[in-house]
């Protein structure tokens, strides 16, 4: 099977998490190596990012990435045996 994120709800739970934190857009930007501009996409249009910088933003933000996916169809495996998660 293939998992999509809903990148909307994720940007949305992104910014709530910072938010709580206290953070400002600029100093996440800093911490996981984007700019202001690209946390704004990411939080308000649910903009890809690089996997790496997406790594880091789940993890920092402690963000369960399985409560903003679905299952839909089938796909090809990768040949570790893992699926993409594509936005």
Request: aromatic share 6%; with cysteine.
């Amino acid at each position: 099977y293939e998992k999509r994120l809903d990148c909307r709800a994720l940007g949305k739970e992104i910014k709530r998490r910072r938010k709580a934190k206290g953070w400002t857009q600029e100093h996440l930007a800093q911490i996981v190596d984007l700019t202001p501009r690209s946390i704004m996409y990411i939080e308000n249009k649910g903009q890809h990012t690089s996997l790496n910088a997406f790594y880091k933003l789940v993890t920092l933000l402690d963000i369960s990435v399985d409560e903003f996916s679905t299952r839909t169809g089938t796909t090809e495996r990768t040949s570790a045996g893992n699926t993409l998660i594509v936005c």
